[in-house]
């Protein structure tokens, strides 16, 4: 089985070595983080692509600002779902919290005249998703206005969240300058690329609340 990655790997090992290191060191690779070697694999998209089909069946994806391997399959199966390090959430209003960031990631688009074409990445205020992600919540939850009081939703949901959307790099935290004292609202943040990989209209129709919600009918 001839594989077109080894005449390139001939040419540019180092190059093609370090494309193959960074696609498995993170879930997304992103074009800010290695311009050069970013290049390197759009221009050469159509080897790396042959390579992690044929070896791994793995799909990779790549568009102007990210590129991912994306594995549809687990084989190891004595390593649990509980012990693999992937991004998920496990807890319903942590979905639907992630859910949230989706809607108010494309609306802010939308308002915002953005594409991933841009070059600049879409930044918001956390107080703005807070007050976006609370409203949801009453929406869904019409009956535990208390329970989903701001606080509470930014207590309860969003501290345990963020992180998580930081590490697994959906979203970075941009430093504020050293002599501001900012509040947990008015905290920037920067949504990433990764973002355009999901279908937040699609995959909210799989979660009945909030299919309800936004006056989806399935008849």
């Known amino acids: 089985m001839e594989i077109t990655l080894t005449n390139l790997l001939k040419r540019h090992g180092d190059r093609v070595q370090k494309v193959l290191n ?4 993170s879930p997304y690779f992103y074009v ?9 694999l759009r221009r050469h998209r159509a080897e ?3 390579f992690f089909k044929q070896f791994y069946g793995w799909s990779l994806l790549i568009d102007s600002k990210c590129a991912r391997v994306y594995k549809a399959e687990w084989h190891n199966t004595a390593i649990t779902p509980a012990n693999r390090s992937l991004f998920h959430f496990s807890k319903r209003d942590e979905c639907l919290a992630f859910m949230m960031l989706l809607e108010f990631f494309e609306k802010q688009l939308e308002e915002n005249s953005m594409t991933v074409e841009d070059k600049q990445n879409l930044r918001f205020h956390f107080g703005d998703l807070l007050d976006y992600s609370q409203k949801r919540f009453i929406e869904v939850f019409p009956d535990k206005n208390e329970e989903y009081s701001q606080d509470k939703v930014r207590d309860r949901i969003w501290k345990s969240v963020m992180p998580e959307l930081e590490r697994h790099r959906f979203i970075t935290k941009i430093k504020p300058p ?23 209209a699609a995959l909210s129709r799989t979660i009945p609340e909030l299919t309800k919600t936004n006056g989806v009918n399935d008849d």
């Open 22 to 25: 960074i696609l498995v060191e």
């Open 48 to 50: 790396f692509v042959e």
């Open 32 to 40: 800010e983080d290695d311009h050069d070697s970013f290049l390197f």
């Open 178 to 200: 050293e002599d501001l004292q900012a509040t947990a609202a008015e905290l920037i943040y920067e949504a990433m690329p990764a973002l355009y990989h999901y279908n937040g």
